[in-house]
């Protein structure tokens, strides 16, 4: 099961749900499952919650479970899982996106004014690979 660190600068809507039933995931299986992500609340292991990103996409809205959350200096780290197909892979997409728009703006930081697709090309080149393939 892998995890994708969901950049910092992009911030997730993160509202808690009655329980939802989701399927349990099994701990042998591989590929993405979900996010990590800090934020300055725990949330309780095994509770719903509903995800948005304005910032990429005004039109996502995902329900997911949170899979751990462990305190740290800068907050809580919490994984949310997303046992469902079509959440899972909506998710990766858009997770993929995040991860570029977090790519341009460290170029911006950088000095170096890529557009949107300059910065996909590049991120795709240097890290599409290694991003956790998507299988259920």
Not at 21 to 48: K, N, Q
Not at 101 to 110: S, V, W
Request: glycine content about 6%; charged content about 25%.
């Amino acid at each position: 099961m892998e995890f994708v660190e969901h950049p910092k600068d992009l911030p997730l809507d993160i509202t808690l749900i009655e329980d939802q039933p989701f399927p349990s995931i099994s701990e042998a299986r591989v590929g993405f499952v979900g996010i990590t992500y800090v934020t300055l609340r725990p949330f309780d292991r095994g509770r719903s919650v509903r995800i948005t990103l304005e910032e990429i996409d005004p039109n996502f809205c995902v329900s997911g479970r949170i899979a751990w959350c462990k305190k740290h200096n800068d907050g809580y780290h919490i994984a949310i899982e997303f046992p469902t197909e079509e959440e899972c892979y909506c998710v990766r997409m858009i997770e993929q996106l995040s991860q570029i728009e977090h790519y341009r703006r460290q170029a911006k930081h950088e000095g170096r004014r890529l557009n949107y697709n300059e910065a996909a090309g590049e991120w795709i080149q240097k890290f599409a690979a290694s991003f956790p393939a998507f299988t259920l």
